[in-house]
């Protein structure tokens, strides 16, 4: 079962707009099958044999608003549902999904997921036990008691707010997102458990032009919670975020190239972290040996310094997931600590490969996937110094605001990122904008040349693509990197 409409800005703002209650009146997830079927669906799956099965349910109703050039270009309403049933038998996965929810159709989903093993041991299905979700996602206000109209009127004094802030802002971008998931998960061991996801995401991008410079400022704020939400976050604020760096970059200098000292603000600049060693250490490149950490588990990779954790736990966070999508429980998961590999991100097909526990990060972008090791919010742990103390104290180097995009190669570690908004410090002092700078370098180099932690953690949030596309945060205190890095620049 899908449903989506597509509304002229004109149709949207008319009276008799469709309510976005209307179109998810019948839209709610109820326990899909009574224990029976799920039974004879669990067990059909493991007809030729394998480890176990699992039945996949989801539902997302979700609402798409434009705001481009004053316009409402787009306003969408959607539904979607769908099942998908896995065998797996050692590290392979048999899988296969159908739209909505219908026994019949899932029986044959379940026989066709089946046929990757080939094996005379059966395993007998467990009676289900239902788990409680451990409510690290809390909702006050539901996201569809609020109007549209509101949404929409809160996205508009954004847009005024960015255009005001200088006549260099040429062009305004506001899409907001919103969505409410229902999804449950059940599996031959025995395990049903089921919640709720609410979600909130919002981008907001302003183009600014002076003497034929332009620049593009982005900012992006969201988080798994309700309308409470802007309590503590303003589209406003955020709009105003987005225009002043587009404005300040206009009189970027180009950036001047070598090695040198790179401090990173706090928040997003945790992306880099994530690319350049979060996904080297996640469970199927461990176990496949196609990262550089694959046999640095105990061992010293890092400055003392560098603690870098994954915590699904983080109450309300974007990357929050309670539990994953094969059903673990969401947790705080120590990676490295004091610069030691203590730990990896793992689904259930990883850990038992390696013979260590399920931690939370088997997860999937829709019931059309099936789940593997994916961060959840990935982190540098704070540290004990000033962040005023870490700037003041670098003589000369280049102080990284925002990252733009990066790329990785996990088997060396080498990593190159453009970054967005940068600035030189001189004398200890943030000075001059400057433009066209990419970072070069290997993780584990990063790591070991971290000399300098801040005491300001903070998350940013971002969406990250390895195979299927997830919500995720990345951040991280203000940190210093000494060496390590190379600056490519225009200069």
């Known amino acids: ?160 707010t960015a255009r005001g802030y200088s006549p260099h802002v040429k062009q305004v971008d506001i899409t907001y997102y919103d969505h409410f998931k229902k999804r449950m998960v059940a599996n031959s061991d025995g395990l049903k458990i089921d919640n709720e996801l609410p979600l909130i995401w919002i981008v907001i991008e302003v183009l600014a032009e002076k003497d034929g410079v332009r620049h593009q400022g982005r900012s992006r704020i969201s988080a798994h919670q309700g309308f409470e939400f802007f309590d503590e976050n303003s589209m406003v604020e955020a709009a105003k975020e987005a225009a002043r760096e587009s404005v300040d970059m206009l009189a970027a200098k180009p950036a001047p190239g070598g090695t040198m000292p790179v401090v990173m603000e706090c928040g997003w600049g945790g992306v880099l972290m994530h690319e350049a060693v979060g996904h080297g250490l996640e469970g199927d490149l461990i176990h496949r040996g196609t990262s550089i950490y694959a046999d640095k588990l105990g061992r010293k990779v890092a400055s003392d310094l560098v603690t870098l954790v994954d915590d699904s736990s983080w109450p309300n966070a974007r990357g929050t997931t309670e539990f994953d999508d094969e059903g673990t429980p969401g947790q705080r998961n120590v990676l490295i600590e004091n610069g030691v590999v203590t730990g990896f991100m793992h689904d259930l097909i990883s850990a038992k490969k390696l013979n260590m526990s399920p931690t939370g990060n088997g997860r999937r972008e829709s019931y059309h996937h099936y789940p593997i090791p994916r961060m959840t919010n990935t982190f540098l742990d704070n540290g004990k110094s000033n962040p005023a103390d870490i700037i003041a104290d670098t003589p000369k180097g280049i102080y990284i605001k925002s990252l733009s995009w990066g790329s990785v190669d996990t088997i060396s570690g080498q990593f190159n990122f453009a970054v967005r908004e940068a600035y030189l410090i001189e004398n200890g002092k943030i000075t001059d904008p400057v433009s066209g700078v990419t970072l070069i370098g290997r993780g584990i180099d990063v790591l070991t040349n971290i000399d300098a932690v801040g005491n300001d953690l903070k998350l940013g949030v971002g969406i990250c693509g390895k195979d299927q596309w997830v919500p995720v945060t990345s951040g991280q205190p203000t940190v210093r990197v000494t060496r390590g890095i190379t600056v490519g620049g225009r200069a």
């Open 1 to 160: 079962m899908g449903q989506m409409m597509m509304l002229s800005a004109a149709s949207f703002l008319a009276p008799g707009l469709l309510k976005f209650a209307e179109l998810k009146a019948e839209n709610v997830l109820s326990p899909p099958f009574d224990d029976d079927q799920f039974r004879v669906l669990l067990s059909k799956a493991l007809a030729r044999g394998g480890d176990f099965s699992e039945i996949y349910f989801e539902s997302v109703q979700s609402l798409s608003l434009k705001l481009s050039e004053r316009v409402f270009s787009e306003a969408t309403l959607g539904f979607s549902e769908g099942t998908g049933i896995r065998t797996v038998d050692g590290i392979k996965n048999g899988y296969a999904y159908i739209n909505g929810i219908d026994f019949a159709g899932a029986k044959e989903a379940a026989g066709t997921a089946a046929f990757i093993a080939n094996s005379p041991r059966i395993i007998e299905v467990a009676e289900p036990v239902v788990k409680r979700a451990p409510g690290y996602i809390t909702v006050k206000i539901p996201l569809d008691s609020i109007s549209e109209a509101r949404k929409m009127e809160l996205m508009e004094q954004a847009e005024q």
